[in-house]
């Protein structure tokens, strides 16, 4: 059963149980001389279903059924693997419970050790929550229950996972992406503005030493200043990347690369607006230039 006073943390999201990639981790354990290695935890089974993939043939523990009459209380069962992959990485079915109050991950796992089945194993990992603080992230410990003086004892491993959870990251994708639309709209708008400027200057050249030559400077830096600093965005360094990029659905990038090139269209046509302004002034010049001569002569 899952104990523990939630009412400190009930302000606090922790993922949902039933959400597998969120459920899942991509580890860094550390032993006690400091020695660190990259791991991977993954959800196997909630209750008797199955989410994970990861089974392990050699060993198995059986699924028990969610806890009963306990909705904030699961039993779920996982697979843990660490260490270097070119010499025998450790191994570890586990299976135990889950606060979804609190975030605490409780279990007991098995790992094979040579001939020997080595079923005293503690994990305890508590998930950062959906909403974290500064510098908060996911931890825990893997320590042995058995004596010092068993040959299957060892010293308890920390656990680490400052990865960003799926539901984070499609979260933040989805705000992002709302924000990118809002920019397209405003520099398209800016655009279709600018041009019928234009075109209305052009018809009506004589309004052009009415408009102000400090609005045109500000325009115009408003919309070159984001292609200096993202100058980049716009061009891949080779076919192949854009190829991995669209397959990898990087959307994210691309709608990027459509605001840079928005971006530079009105800054373009801004920058035509402000050369038009500058060739009325110098005409004005030298028209002025024309008339003081000839009233000289």
């Known amino acids: 059963m899952c104990q523990g006073d939630a009412s400190s943390v009930r302000r606090r999201r922790f993922p949902n149980v039933k959400n597998a990639g969120d459920m899942s981790l991509s580890i860094v354990v550390k032993d006690a001389g400091g020695n660190s290695s990259w791991g991977y935890a993954g959800l196997l089974f909630v209750g008797e279903k199955l989410y994970g993939s990861l089974l392990n043939e050699r060993f198995q523990i059986p699924v028990a059924p969610w806890v009963a009459d306990d909705p ?75 004596e010092n003086s068993d040959p299957l004892f060892f010293k308890p491993l920390e656990i680490s996972a400052r990865g960003m959870y799926r539901t984070q990251a499609a979260e933040n994708i989805r705000w992002m992406n709302i924000e990118i639309t809002m920019v397209l709209l405003s520099l398209t708008l800016s655009c279709i503005f600018i041009g019928l400027q234009l075109y209305h200057i052009k018809k009506h050249p004589e309004v052009l030493p009415s408009i102000s030559i400090t609005m045109l400077v500000i325009l115009t830096l408003g919309h070159m200043i984001p292609l200096v600093l993202n100058f980049e965005a716009l061009f891949f360094k080779n076919h192949s990347r854009q190829i991995s990029l669209v397959q990898s659905g990087g959307w994210l990038e691309v709608n990027e690369v459509v605001v840079r090139v928005i971006t530079m269209v009105a800054f373009l046509l801004q920058s035509r607006y402000f050369k038009l302004h500058g060739l009325q002034d110098q005409q004005m010049r030298g028209n002025r230039a024309c008339g003081v001569l000839k009233g000289r002569v």
């Open 72 to 146: 904030r209380c699961w039993n779920v069962s996982y697979y843990v693997r660490y260490g270097n992959e070119s010499n025998n990485p450790t191994e570890i079915s586990a299976e135990g419970t889950y606060d979804v109050e609190t975030g605490m991950l409780i279990m007991v796992g098995c790992r094979q050790v040579g001939s020997s089945l080595d079923c005293g194993i503690l994990i305890n990992i508590q998930l950062a929550p959906l909403n974290p603080e500064e510098g908060e992230y996911s931890k825990g410990k893997i320590s042995s229950t058995r």
